[in-house]
T-cell receptor, first 111, second 117 residues
Framework: KNEVEQSPQNLTAQEGEFITINCSYS?????LHWLQQHPGGGIVSLFMLSSGKKKHGRLIATINIQEKHSSLHITASHPRDSAVYICAVGERGGSNYKLTFGKGTLLTVNP | NAGVTQTPKFRVLKTGQSMTLLCAQDMNHEYMYWYRQDPGMGLRLIHY???????AKGEVPDGYNVSRLKKQNFLLGLESAAPSQTSVYFCASSRQRGGRMGTDTQYFGPGTRLTVL
């Protein structure tokens, strides 16, 4: 069973700060997902990546397959970025149809 | 497009009662999933479906049943609710890509908050 660990569990930042959230996993994967859960509960997929780096606006996601580690960066953070950020990994294997989710990182950005 | 919708949004049950949660998607996705989210834990997969008429067990299937009679709908049933089933339930869907669920972007519904007294 893959173990997905996120750090930190909670993060408080001031508006404008650069944010990094980390995700580590224990076994080989087919892809890694970053999701955002808004205070109202809705979950949105931000990135899906299997190598390298992806960028969307102020969000950047990187993955190092050899080290089994991914980071989510937010540049010029804003209070509207306040949410829970969730890392999930999809495991290789023809019959293994599941994502394993981390517990999430609660980000609070203060004005 | 509405995306993924869930009915109801909130429900309170008494122990032993039954209910069905409905998930509908209008994106013509092959794969659909039911998750539960509990405080301090990651999302956990209850059951999933890789196509109309198919279902399979996930990580925590006990106490739940599912059906996928139509491609756009995925129903989650609780036959005899227990307090341990108090949770927020999320439905999600994804398109098929290479037959490996883990590589598909999943689209989530808004969730159903269920309380079992």
């Amino acid at each position: 069973k893959n173990e997905v660990e996120q750090s930190p569990q909670n993060l408080t930042a001031q508006e404008g700060e650069f944010i990094t959230i980390n995700c580590s996993y224990s076994v080989g994967i087919s892809a890694l997902h970053w999701l955002q859960q808004h205070p109202g509960g809705g979950i949105v997929s931000l990135f899906m990546l299997s190598s390298g780096k992806k960028k969307h606006g102020r969000l950047i996601a990187t993955i190092n397959i050899q080290e089994k580690h991914s980071s989510l960066h937010i540049t010029a953070s804003h209070p509207r970025d306040s949410a829970v950020y969730i890392c999930a990994v999809g495991e290789r294997g023809g019959s293994n149809y599941k994502l394993t989710f981390g517990k999430g990182t609660l980000l609070t950005v203060n004005p | 497009n509405a995306g993924v919708t869930q009915t109801p949004k909130f429900r309170v049950l008494k122990t032993g009662q039954s209910m069905t949660l409905l998930c509908a998607q209008d994106m013509n996705h092959e794969y659909m999933y039911w998750y539960r989210q509990d405080p301090g834990m990651g999302l956990r997969l209850i059951h999933y479906s890789v196509g109309e008429g198919t279902t399979a067990k996930g990580e925590v299937p006990d106490g739940y049943n599912v059906s996928r009679l139509k491609k756009q709908n995925f129903l989650l049933g609780l036959e005899s609710a227990a307090p341990s089933q108090t949770s927020v339930y999320f439905c999600a869907s994804s398109r098929q890509r290479g037959g490996r669920m883990g590589t598909d972007t999943q689209y989530f519904g808004p969730g159903t908050r269920l309380t079992v007294l």
